[in-house]
């Protein structure tokens, strides 16, 4: 006796989005979006590498790399270039 599958059954097989739909690219595009902005967090702003042991101290760092990272972000869009500012004042 042969076995049907439901997305119930296997959710990676048969996903509840359709692939290649409209509703797949746009979750898609936020998947990537959110792994290359946790990308950015543990690799580029090592913050797997502290060894705090209090969750405030973790807190505090996670928060300090998010503000990182909108700075980086304002700082991609801006056609200010800032040495010339800088040495200007």
Same mark, same amino acid.
């Given at each position: 006796?042969?076995?049907?599958?439901?997305?119930?059954?296997?959710?990676?097989?048969?996903?509840?989005? *359709?692939?290649?739909?409209?509703?797949?690219?746009?979750?898609?595009?936020?998947?990537?979006?959110?792994?290359?902005?946790?990308?950015?967090?543990?690799?580029?702003?090592?913050?797997? *590498? *502290?060894?705090?042991?209090?969750?405030?101290?973790?807190?505090?760092?996670?928060?300090?790399?998010?503000?990182?990272?909108?700075?980086?972000?304002?700082?991609?869009?801006?056609?200010?270039?800032?040495?010339?500012?800088?040495?200007?004042?």
């Amino acid at each position: 006796m042969q076995r049907k599958q439901y997305t119930k059954d296997n959710p990676r097989l048969f996903p509840p989005v *359709a692939r290649h739909s409209d509703e797949w690219n746009d979750v898609y595009k936020r998947r990537t979006t959110v792994e290359r902005s946790n990308k950015r967090e543990k690799i580029d702003y090592k913050f797997e *590498a *502290a060894r705090h042991r209090s969750t405030k101290m973790w807190l505090i760092r996670i928060f300090g790399i998010m503000m990182c990272q909108h700075l980086d972000a304002w700082y991609q869009e801006i056609d200010i270039d800032l040495k010339s500012t800088l040495l200007a004042a």
